[in-house]
């Protein structure tokens, strides 16, 4: 090897180093401006968020927040048990009804008799039931569990009956 190509080898490796280390520094300089814009976006959004507030007022507002979470969270349980006292109340209260108008005497004429059947969501309640004739009127309740009675019912107590039953 002689002299003139110990030099080429030598300047090749330059160019080519140099090359590489322009390249870095082109990189680097791409990386920086890139950090550069999303550190600027990130000062805006600082800059609108603490707009007005100093940090004590800033740490009020958080703790405000806070309190008013943790009594949200209050509302809910309560609203939850209230809803379960509800749904208990509901399958208590009369919401099916049945009624059978009749003349229970063929002499009356405008069906003034009726049974009257009032039955919760289980099927548990009552049968009022009245007889009307000319000089007086009689009136009879049966209690009913689980849709029954434990007291035989005339042909228009069962028909109220079942009216209420098959309510839907």
């Not at 401006?33 to 550190?39: E, N, P, R, W």
């Not at 927040?65 to 809803?83: H, P, V």
């Amino acid at each position: 090897m002689n002299l003139s190509n110990v030099e080429n080898i030598i300047q090749n490796n330059l160019l080519i180093g140099t090359a590489v280390f322009a390249a870095v520094i082109v990189l680097l300089l791409i990386l920086n401006i890139v950090a550069l814009m999303k550190l600027g976006s990130l000062k805006k959004k600082y800059k609108a968020f603490m707009t007005g507030k100093d940090a004590e007022s800033l740490e009020k507002t958080i703790m405000e927040r806070f309190s008013q979470i943790d009594n949200l969270k209050l509302q809910q349980e309560m609203q939850g048990r209230d809803i379960d006292t509800l749904k208990e109340t509901i399958l208590k209260v009369y919401q099916k009804f049945g009624m059978e108008k009749y003349d229970a005497f063929n002499e009356m004429g405008g069906k003034l008799s009726f049974s009257l059947a009032m039955l919760d969501q289980r099927n548990n309640g009552f049968l009022l039931t009245t007889v009307h004739n000319t000089g007086s009127s009689y009136t009879y309740v049966k209690e009913i569990v689980d849709g029954k009675s434990e007291i035989n019912l005339s042909e228009e107590e069962a028909k109220a009956l079942d009216k209420a039953i098959n309510v839907r």
